[in-house]
């Protein structure tokens, strides 16, 4: 079945909040479609504190970064795909995502990417346990 992109979007953040919850971390989301971070979580007695960017794809594909890496924000970064099957997850930081993006230019227009080959490795599959 083929999900609408808000749809696809909502099962990558309710599984990160899912996931966070097995956990033990308080996780909610934040304003949809708004600038900033999908998650914000805490841990049971509030000394700890997250923010988490998702990004969800219906398969394997390219995450969008957008034109400038500046704007790479959050404690993590959790890539959701294959949502409508059985999602998989990949979790990074920030600085990871930086360093792995892939500058693509076309008509003169820079855009940036983390290219499945750079985020699909077993160094970042389901890596859950990084987030403490």
């Not at 304003?31 to 988490?52: F, H």
Request: proline share 5%.
């Amino acid at each position: 079945m083929n999900k609408d992109a808000q749809v696809t979007g909502n099962i990558g953040l309710y599984w990160t909040c899912y996931r966070l919850s097995l956990m033990g971390w308080n996780a909610m989301p934040t304003t949809r479609n708004a600038r900033g971070v999908d998650v914000i979580a805490y841990n049971r007695d509030c000394s700890r504190k997250l923010s988490i960017q998702v990004k969800t794809l219906s398969k394997k594909n390219p995450v969008p970064l957008g034109t400038s890496l500046d704007k790479i924000m959050g404690d993590f970064w959790v890539v959701v795909n294959n949502v409508s099957t059985s999602p998989v997850a990949y979790v990074l930081v920030p600085a990871e995502v930086q360093q792995l993006a892939h500058r693509g230019e076309k008509d003169g227009r820079v855009s940036y990417w983390l290219q499945p080959s750079a985020y699909c490795t077993d160094d970042f599959r389901e890596k859950w346990d990084r987030i403490r």
